[in-house]
């Protein structure tokens, strides 16, 4: 079992920042990659990055140049720096860790850019 904590959501104007942090415990060995998701309402889940245990990347073109994944092994923790933010970034952000076949989830966190 893996389990994720997001925090760092908030609220901010266009043209800010913000950094998202999801905390993983458990089973934290197994996980091969981890990645933050975006569902904004009416709309289906995306992926907004992904990180792969060996350090890989990928981004969701919307993304690219403005936000930033990365990971710190000795915290444990999945970090995701947004800048130069847009009202259409405005969703819930969600952590998620894969383990082989078994995918985790965190809670989410609320992201709001104000026009």
């Known amino acids: 079992q893996v389990r994720l904590v997001e925090s760092g959501g908030g609220l901010v104007q266009a043209g800010g920042s913000l950094r998202l942090s999801c905390a993983a415990s458990g089973n934290i060995f197994s996980i091969n990659v981890m990645g933050w998701y975006r569902q904004a309402p009416g709309k289906q889940r995306e992926l907004v990055a992904s990180i792969t245990s060996g350090g890989i990347t990928d981004d969701a073109d919307s993304v690219k140049g403005r936000f930033t994944i990365s990971r710190d092994n000795n915290k444990n923790t999945l970090y995701l720096q947004m800048n130069s933010l847009k009202p259409e970034d405005t969703a819930v952000y969600y952590c998620?860790?894969?383990?082989?076949?078994?995918?985790?989830w965190g809670q989410g966190t609320q992201v709001t850019v104000s026009s």
């Open positions: 998620r860790a894969r383990s082989g076949v078994n995918i985790y």
